[in-house]
């Protein structure tokens, strides 16, 4: 069965430094999508992305974020630089037909920032 | 603004038993639902989608009572392998999936 596939698992950064979180998303699906959670709280949507651009993202997806999807089948993540509050797991998700289609998680990059 | 209510549990219940989550919706023009389930410290998996004559998978089922603005799952013969979060979803449109925190089932040998 097809599946999102995200690298790395944990990504250890010192606040400041940059990170590029990477996802796989299922490969006959149209729309990408990032969210996070920090430890025990809830799933936080940060962005959605669709035909080369984003569709929408939340007041969490400030300046520091950016995505891209640099070829036919990645889709990244980027933190410009890191604050200890960004530390979190990142999920991607992915959908063939956007929200009313259900959307599949990958494994989430566990991001700690020191 | 909590898009959707969950008792956040704990749920403990014995292995065998049949147990039900509620999920109270607050857009009244909320279209699609679905129930996904969290291990901890793991990505979300999509349960099931909600329809609106109800559906079963297994031993789950899921309601949604459009009136009351409710959705149901009922896990029946609860399994160890049951023990989760489980969050319930309602998007109108291609919208976002909002989570809240959900509710904690422990099944219990």
């Known amino acids: 069965e097809p599946e999102v596939t995200q690298t790395p698992s944990h990504q250890v950064t010192q606040m400041g430094q940059e990170v590029i979180l990477r996802c796989v998303p299922i490969?006959?699906?149209?729309?990408f999508y990032w969210y996070r959670q920090i430890l025990g709280q809830k799933v936080e949507f940060l962005v959605s992305?669709?035909?080369?651009?984003?569709?929408?993202k939340s007041e969490i997806f400030d300046d520091q974020f950016s995505v891209e999807r640099p070829d036919g089948s990645n889709f990244t993540l980027k933190i410009r630089s890191t604050k200890l509050e960004d530390s979190a797991m990142y999920f991607c998700?992915?959908?063939?037909?956007?929200?009313?289609?259900?959307?599949?998680f990958g494994p989430g990059t566990r991001l700690t920032v020191l | 603004r909590k898009e959707v209510e969950q008792d956040p549990g704990p749920f403990n219940v014995p292995e065998g038993a049949t147990v039900a989550f509620n999920c109270t919706y607050s857009?009244?023009?909320?279209?699609?639902f679905f129930w996904y389930r969290q291990d901890c410290r793991k990505e979300p998996k999509l349960l099931m989608s909600?329809?609106?004559s109800g559906n079963e998978d297994g031993r789950f089922t899921a309601q949604l009572n459009r009136a009351s603005q409710y959705i149901s799952l009922l896990i029946r013969d609860s399994k160890l392998s049951d023990s989760a979060t489980y969050l319930c979803?309602?998007?109108?449109?291609?919208?976002?999936?909002?989570f809240g925190k959900g509710t904690r089932l422990s099944v219990i040998a």
């Open positions: 857009n009244s023009a909320s279209q699609s």
């Open positions: 998700a992915s959908s063939r037909l956007g929200s009313e289609g259900g959307q599949f």
């Open positions: 909600v329809y609106s």
């Open positions: 979803v309602a998007i109108s449109g291609n919208t976002p999936l909002v």
């Open positions: 992305f669709y035909n080369n651009e984003i569709s929408e």
């Open positions: 490969s006959n699906h149209l729309y």
